[in-house]
Nanobody, 118 residues
């Protein structure tokens, strides 16, 4: 399984970006897909996730500004980011989890850099 994150870039505070995570398998084959981010000098943190049934969750820091979406019949998950703040600056990673015999399989994309200028 391969995940390819894209859509990052430089944007001014208050602006918007849409990140995409292209997956080599249908996203319905994963029980959970999510976005994480890692700012310079900080630990990676969870941003948002969506289950195979369409249930979404968000970190408090992005709630109301970010929207995760994905069509279970397709192979791309999106993160629409609005009202961006300088503190949203980070490398954003997508993650997919699949149940397997004896546990779960965990897949990560390579990350895409989002820079928000003040």
């Amino acid at each position: 399984v391969q995940l390819q994150a894209s859509g990052g870039g430089l944007v001014q505070a208050g602006g918007s970006l849409r990140l995409s995570c292209a997956v080599s398998s249908r996203i319905s084959s994963f029980y959970d897909m999510g976005w994480y981010r890692q700012a310079p000098g900080k630990q990676r943190e969870w941003v948002s996730s969506i289950t195979r049934h369409g249930t979404t969750n968000y970190a408090d820091s992005v709630k109301g500004r970010f929207t995760i979406s994905g069509d279970s019949a397709k192979t791309t998950v999106y993160l629409q980011m609005n009202s961006l703040k300088p503190e949203d600056t980070a490398v954003y990673f997508c993650r997919a989890r699949r149940l397997a015999v004896g546990g779960e399989l965990d897949f990560w994309g390579q990350g895409t850099l989002v820079t928000v200028s003040s």
